[in-house]
C-alpha cells in the first residue's frame, strides 16, 4: 500500500510522565491519524518478563529468555469505548502495564538491544503509511529519522511526578509522592545514559516545555506547529 501523500509522521519524545501521551493522543484524534504509545509496547514486554519469572527480586533481567521469548510477544493496540488499549498476546493489559511495579522494572528492559530491535522494526511497520503520531524517546532519532514534525516535550521532575502520582490514583494504584518522584528521577537517568538509543533532542525537533502550560494551549501549540509544517510541505512541493 502506498503512503497517503498530505499524511506525514508526527514523532513526539521526552520525558517520563512529561504530558507526551495526552497531547498526542488528542493530535492524532484530531487529524484522524493512527496513534502508537511506544512507551506502551515497552511496558507491554516488562509485563511479559515479569509474568514469566525473568526479572529477579533484585530488579536484574533474563536477557537471554527474553531474546528468546520475543518471537512469542504480539503487542498490538485495540480501540474500545474508553480510548485505545494495549493488548499483549491477545489480552487487554492496559490497566496492568501501567502499575508501579511495571513502572519501577521497564527502564532496564528498554535498554536491552534485542527488545529495541525488535519494538523498532514493528513501530516502523506502523509508520509504514504515515499518518501516525507516535510518542517515546526515540521516535525522531531511531525509528523515524526523517518524520516531518518532531517534537521534544519536557518539563521539570517535580510537575511530571505531581501528573504520574495523579494519574495513578485515579487508575486505583495510589502510592506516595515521594516514590513516584524518586521513579521519575531515575528513569530519567537511565533513559538519558543507556547506550541503545539514549533519550536525546533530535537536531530538528522542536523543543515544548509545558510545564506552566495548559492542555489547551499545548493543543493549539501543537497545531499550529502542525499547519505551518504542512503548509511548508505542501507551499514547496507546488
Ligand atoms: O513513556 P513511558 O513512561 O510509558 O515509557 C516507559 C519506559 O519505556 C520508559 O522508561 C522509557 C521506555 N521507552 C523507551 O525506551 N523508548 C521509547 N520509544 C518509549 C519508551
Redesign the pocket.
Known amino acids: 500500500m502506498t503512503a497517503d501523500k498530505n499524511k506525514i509522521i508526527v514523532a513526539i519524545d521526552g520525558y517520563?510522565?512529561s504530558g507526551?501521551?495526552t497531547m498526542a493522543k488528542k493530535l492524532a484524534a484530531d487529524l484522524g491519524y493512527r496513534y502508537i504509545?511506544?512507551?506502551?509496547m515497552?511496558?507491554a514486554v516488562t509485563l511479559f518478563a515479569m509474568e514469566h519469572g525473568m526479572i529477579s527480586e533484585s530488579g536484574s533481567v533474563d536477557e537471554t529468555a527474553l531474546t528468546d521469548a520475543l518471537r512469542n510477544i504480539y503487542i498490538d493496540f485495540a480501540v474500545t469505548p474508553e480510548g485505545q488499549h494495549t493488548m499483549l498476546n491477545g489480552v487487554d493489559v492496559e490497566h496492568l502495564i501501567r502499575s508501579l511495579e511495571v513502572?519501577n522494572h521497564?527502564?532496564p528492559v528498554?535498554a536491552i538491544h534485542s527488545v529495541r530491535q525488535a519494538l523498532t522494526a514493528q513501530q516502523q511497520r506502523f509508520g509504514a503509511e504515515k499518518g501516525i503520531v507516535m510518542d517515546?524517546?526515540?521516535?525522531g532519532t531511531t525509528?523515524f529519522p526523517n518524520a516531518e514534525m518532531k517534537v521534544f516535550v519536557t518539563a521539570s521532575p517535580e510537575k511530571r511526578a505531581r501528573r504520574r502520582f495523579i494519574e495513578l490514583q485515579q487508575n486505583g494504584t495510589p502510592s506516595s509522592y515521594e516514590d513516584v518522584l524518586a521513579n521519575v528521577i531515575e528513569?530519567d537517568h537511565?533513559?538519558e545514559t543507556r547506550k541503545e538509543?539514549p533519550l536525546r533532542k533530535a537536531d530538528d525537533a522542536v523543543i515544548l516545555d509545558n510545564s506552566d502550560m495548559s492542555l489547551q494551549q499545548q493543543e493549539k501549540w501543537l497545531m499550529d506547529l502542525y499547519n505551518r509544517i504542512t503548509s511548508e510541505i505542501n507551499g514547496s512541493n507546488c
Request: aromatic share 4%; net charge positive; glycine share 8%.
Open positions: 517520563s510522565s507526551k501521551s504509545d511506544s512507551g506502551a515497552y511496558r513502572s521497564v527502564s528498554a517515546g524517546r526515540d521516535i525509528v528513569r537511565i533513559d538509543s
